[in-house]
């Protein structure tokens, strides 16, 4: 990427693991806010336990990265919010990377919801079906 790419974006999408889970971070410039997709079924407390430190660090360190990159153009989102958006939750917990894969892909963050429906109770067939596009890639 060059700066002149990122500052024409609407979101960007951060995929972090952190404690054996993944999760996305977008910063979303149609919103201004950064918008966690995170495929966990947690309590609010939990969340708030999970997500607390972690996403303020992100947001002031990703903030710093594209104030680096761009010169100091990038809006400065180093205050921006933070919320939830309702994402399908596992069934299994090792399926948090298979879905947040799913969000990358699916995401539409101008409507915050995802464009397409994913059924947790699936999720079998998506790691079978991600996994075979991993494997049998033409670049791979």
Known sequence: FNPEEILHAKLVFLPVLQKM???VYCVNLVHGQIDILDPSPWTDQQQK???GGIAHQIRKRLNDIFQSFTGGRFIDFSHWGLPYVPVPKV?????CGFFTML????YDGENRKLN???DPLLGAQYRAQLLYCIVFHKRN
Do not use: A, P, R, Y
Not at 91 to 95: M, Q, T, Y
């Open 103 to 106: 969000f990358l892909e699916h």
């Open 91 to 95: 069934v299994v917990s090792n399926d």
């Open 21 to 23: 889970h993944w999760v």
């Open 49 to 51: 336990q999970i997500h």
């Open 116 to 118: 397409i429906n994913i």
